[in-house]
């Protein structure tokens, strides 16, 4: 793999306190690299999310404008617990289990379309991307058919060194289209999240407003499918590159969930950490931050702390520790990491089993990461096959 998290977290770990640092959007920052660190402070009061989660890494953003209405990500109190509240059952544990038959079967036809077509082909193209978008579209009520119009945008949208004027557009863009759903989804209620949510939001007494509904939609969309979408690709160029786990894994089935845990640890794809706004005074190990501050809560760096993760940088599908932070902690931890959970377990049950062969069709050193985007990952992922052998007639 290539060098993740960057060496000089592991500097920063070994200094008792956040390590000041000028961010590419123009202001000072305090990282705070540790596990047990960023686990304290992702969860006090006296950090704000208002500004986004990784703004500091785009030159000329707005750290200190207010929260967008409807927007889960920013908001902070009682508007971000009514706005989770709304969601959680969504999310809920019971409901993600239900739709594991669906995801399944989405996988199965993807990997007998891909089988059918027959190496080498780009593993994010035709598989990663596809099968997070299908599940995120139903679950939102998106068609399908819309798929390549929203992941052209997201792509823009998650780029951290894009043009400006290109992202307003595209943001504008994808906007327009998320209202004209969510009228449609008012206008007539189905069996998707939006339309549950509106309903829920009436009978509550406390409706979503249009903006809210549209933000959440945004948000869902894009956050559903580009996280996902890279753990699968670069979860498999990290067991082809450690081939005794993958090895393990293909032997037990039974230890896809521990797969899963262990490659969101080693992997952390939410590059950059989270931003955050100190709102009063903060006492960070041997340093205090002062109101109207920021800090950034390096997650990378947190799960490959060797005070809590024996042997860090080492892949260990059966490792034994404490819970990761790649789906951040406190108020803001992921909504959507039980439906991740399911998506890649029943990936790595699947994919590796019925494609034993698999490997890549490039040298390793060929590969090209995605270092300018929010989410970690490869822009492809060449890989290719065996055929199976045919009976002669």
């Given at each position: 793999?290539?060098?993740?998290?960057?060496?000089?977290?592991?500097?920063?770990?070994?200094?008792?306190?956040?390590?000041?640092?000028?961010?590419?959007?123009?202001?000072?920052?305090?990282?705070?690299?540790?596990?047990?660190?960023?686990?304290?402070l992702?969860?006090?009061?006296r950090?704000s999310?208002?500004?986004?989660p990784?703004?500091?890494?785009?030159?000329?953003?707005?750290?200190?404008?207010?929260?967008?209405?409807?927007?889960?990500?920013?908001?902070?109190?009682?508007?971000?617990?009514?706005?989770?509240?709304?969601?959680?059952?969504?999310?809920?544990?019971?409901?993600m289990?239900?739709?594991?038959?669906?995801?399944?079967?989405?996988?199965?036809?993807q990997?007998d379309?891909?089988?059918?077509?027959?190496?080498?082909?780009?593993?994010v193209?035709?598989?990663?991307?596809?099968?997070?978008?299908?599940?995120?579209?139903?679950?939102?009520?998106?068609?399908?058919a819309?798929?390549?119009?929203?992941?052209?945008?997201?792509?823009?949208?998650?780029?951290?060194?894009?043009?400006?004027?290109?992202?307003?557009r595209?943001?504008?863009?994808?906007?327009?289209?998320m209202?004209?759903?969510?009228l449609?989804?008012?206008?007539?209620?189905?069996?998707?999240?939006?339309?549950?949510?509106?309903t829920?939001?009436?009978?509550?007494?406390?409706?979503?407003?249009?903006?809210?509904?549209?933000?959440?939609?945004?948000?869902?969309?894009?956050?559903?499918?580009?996280?996902?979408?890279?753990?699968?690709?670069?979860?498999?160029?990290?067991?082809?590159?450690?081939?005794?786990?993958?090895?393990?894994?293909?032997?037990?089935?039974?230890?896809?969930?521990?797969?899963?845990?262990?490659?969101?640890?080693?992997?952390?794809?939410?590059?950059?950490?989270?931003?955050?706004?100190?709102?009063?005074?903060?006492?960070?190990?041997?340093?205090?931050?002062?109101?109207?501050?920021?800090?950034?809560?390096?997650?990378?760096?947190?799960?490959?702390?060797?005070?809590?993760?024996?042997?860090?940088?080492?892949?260990e599908?059966?490792?034994?520790?404490?819970?990761?932070?790649?789906?951040?902690?406190?108020?803001?931890?992921?909504?959507?990491?039980?439906?991740?959970?399911?998506?890649?377990?029943?990936?790595?049950?699947?994919?590796?089993?019925?494609?034993?062969?698999?490997?890549?069709?490039?040298?390793?050193?060929?590969?090209?990461?995605?270092?300018?985007?929010?989410?970690?990952?490869?822009?492809?992922?060449?890989?290719?096959?065996?055929?199976?052998?045919?009976?002669?007639?």
């Amino acid at each position: 793999m290539s060098v993740r998290p960057a060496q000089q977290y592991a500097d920063y770990r070994r200094t008792d306190g956040p390590t000041k640092v000028s961010t590419p959007a123009g202001v000072d920052a305090y990282v705070v690299s540790r596990y047990d660190d960023v686990r304290t402070l992702l969860r006090d009061s006296r950090l704000s999310s208002r500004s986004a989660p990784s703004d500091h890494v785009v030159p000329g953003a707005a750290l200190d404008r207010e929260a967008d209405s409807g927007s889960i990500l920013h908001a902070d109190g009682a508007a971000h617990r009514r706005l989770r509240r709304m969601l959680a059952t969504e999310f809920a544990v019971k409901r993600m289990e239900a739709m594991r038959p669906r995801i399944a079967a989405m996988i199965e036809t993807q990997l007998d379309s891909m089988l059918a077509a027959g190496g080498p082909v780009d593993l994010v193209q035709a598989f990663a991307l596809p099968i997070p978008s299908l599940v995120i579209c139903e679950l939102l009520g998106v068609p399908y058919a819309d798929r390549d119009e929203f992941q052209e945008r997201s792509a823009v949208l998650v780029r951290v060194d894009g043009d400006r004027d290109e992202m307003m557009r595209v943001s504008d863009e994808l906007n327009q289209y998320m209202v004209g759903l969510v009228l449609a989804k008012q206008a007539e209620r189905s069996d998707d999240l939006l339309s549950r949510l509106i309903t829920r939001g009436e009978e509550l007494g406390e409706p979503l407003s249009l903006p809210e509904l549209v933000s959440i939609g945004i948000t869902l969309l894009i956050a559903g499918h580009e996280t996902t979408a890279n753990m699968i690709a670069l979860s498999t160029l990290a067991l082809l590159r450690n081939p005794s786990e993958l090895d393990a894994l293909r032997a037990d089935p039974g230890l896809a969930p521990a797969a899963v845990e262990e490659l969101l640890r080693y992997l952390s794809v939410v590059q950059f950490g989270l931003f955050r706004h100190v709102t009063d005074d903060l006492p960070v190990g041997a340093a205090t931050l002062e109101a109207g501050e920021f800090l950034i809560a390096a997650l990378s760096s947190a799960n490959r702390d060797s005070r809590v993760f024996e042997d860090p940088d080492r892949l260990e599908l059966r490792r034994q520790a404490p819970a990761h932070v790649a789906f951040g902690f406190g108020p803001h931890q992921c909504l959507g990491q039980q439906l991740a959970r399911v998506e890649l377990q029943e990936v790595f049950t699947r994919l590796y089993a019925r494609i034993p062969t698999l490997r890549l069709a490039v040298p390793f050193e060929e590969i090209d990461y995605r270092n300018n985007t929010l989410v970690y990952g490869v822009t492809a992922l060449p890989v290719t096959w065996d055929e199976p052998l045919r009976s002669a007639i």
